[in-house]
């Protein structure tokens, strides 16, 4: 059986763009290494959502707030005193769309207690055989989406830890793999300078792989009678571990004049998938309501040449998806004294022959 997207001008892009989700950052026995590059499962965890973290990259986790503190670093969920909601829609490459919506709320001496749901929709594919290769009839819609559920408390003036369960589910027409991963963070603020430092872990879970009905094949056994029935073989697919990495990030108030405030950020994440990333951010915030934003991150690759044995390090601009930079910006309109509304937009340029990503984003506090 073969498949293809029902705009059939774009079957090329989308084969480019589900490889290249599946080439996300590989499990490997040697850290910032391409050597497995692309047996890795579970992309959808490595997807970036919400429009503030993902204008400035993971260095957000520092001092990252409210109801995106779900997905970058759940400690940041202390410092909410009410409720907030987030929802943002990306539009991804290959004409893929990701949705994400949390909600977060403060719980008293609880702490804050938020949920958040993510869905990667790649589109309707019709289903196509040699005898009909115009279509049978069928579509079918791959679907991957991840729950989870977050907890934040501060348990000092100074330190907030958090942590999220989520669940993992991928969806192919009649199979499906499941998981769960488990994220946790903590941030420390300085005193100094507006400084805050953090450290993430995520998407720390079990290996998933694909079960169902798609994998039965009705066949006649080796040396049954041609006029026996046939039986049902069920095939198995190897298992894949889930992308996790240990990140530690840091910012401060690089200018404060008024209402000015201009923000700098840096981060380092250790990835088990592939190479390791350095990142920086800058975030200006006037008045509290209006912010402009921008990042950059760079890859760290180990190599070895097979026919010398030597070990070779680079380090470049982005990855194999994106060329490293992005920027974003939003505003916040006040509605009495609790009440808050913003939007959000970040873009982030990706490498030919992919369209950029556009993320936007609405939040309400309350």
Not at 77 to 99: C, I, P, R
Request: a negative charge.
């Amino acid at each position: 059986m073969t498949v293809q997207p029902t705009k059939r001008g774009t079957w090329t892009t989308r084969a480019l763009g589900l490889a290249a989700l599946l080439a996300l950052p590989a499990p490997s026995a040697h850290a910032a290494s391409d050597r497995r590059l692309g047996t890795s499962g579970a992309p959808e965890l490595m997807i970036a959502v919400g429009p503030r973290g993902s204008a400035l990259g993971q260095s957000v986790a520092s001092d990252v707030h409210g109801a995106e503190a779900v997905y970058w670093n759940p400690a940041g969920l202390a410092g909410l005193e009410g409720t907030e909601a987030l929802f943002s829609h990306t539009q991804y490459f290959a004409d893929m769309k990701v949705n994400f919506v949390a909600v977060a709320s403060h719980a008293g001496n609880l702490g804050t207690v938020g949920f958040g749901a993510k869905v990667l929709s790649v589109g309707d594919v019709i289903v196509t055989t040699e005898q009909a290769p115009e279509g049978t009839g069928e579509i079918f819609t791959p679907t991957f989406s991840v729950l989870g559920v977050s907890w934040g408390r501060a348990f000092t003036d100074r330190i907030n830890f958090g942590l999220t369960v989520n669940y993992v589910n991928e969806h192919i027409e009649t199979m499906s793999a499941t998981g769960m991963a488990l994220d946790f963070g903590v941030q420390y603020q300085t005193g100094w300078r507006g400084m805050n430092l953090a450290m993430t872990v995520k998407n720390i879970g079990n290996s998933m792989s694909y079960d169902g009905s798609g994998l039965d094949l009705s066949v006649l056994p080796p040396g049954f009678e041609p006029a026996a029935s046939n039986r049902i073989v069920q095939f198995t697919t190897a298992a894949f571990e889930m992308p996790s990495y240990f990140s530690l990030a840091a910012g401060y108030d690089a200018w404060s004049e008024a209402a000015n405030v201009v923000q700098l950020k840096a981060s380092f994440a250790s990835n088990n998938f592939g190479g390791d990333n350095i990142a920086g951010g800058v975030e200006w915030t006037y008045q509290k309501q209006y912010s402009l934003r921008g990042s950059w991150f760079g890859t760290m690759t180990n190599a070895t040449d097979v026919r010398t044995g030597d070990e070779s390090t680079t380090f470049d601009s982005g990855d194999d998806l994106y060329s490293g930079f992005a920027l974003g910006g939003g505003f916040k309109v006040r509605s009495g004294d609790t009440q808050r509304l913003g939007v959000d937009l970040t873009w982030r340029p990706s490498r030919e022959p992919f369209d950029d990503v556009i993320e936007v984003g609405l939040t309400w506090a309350f």
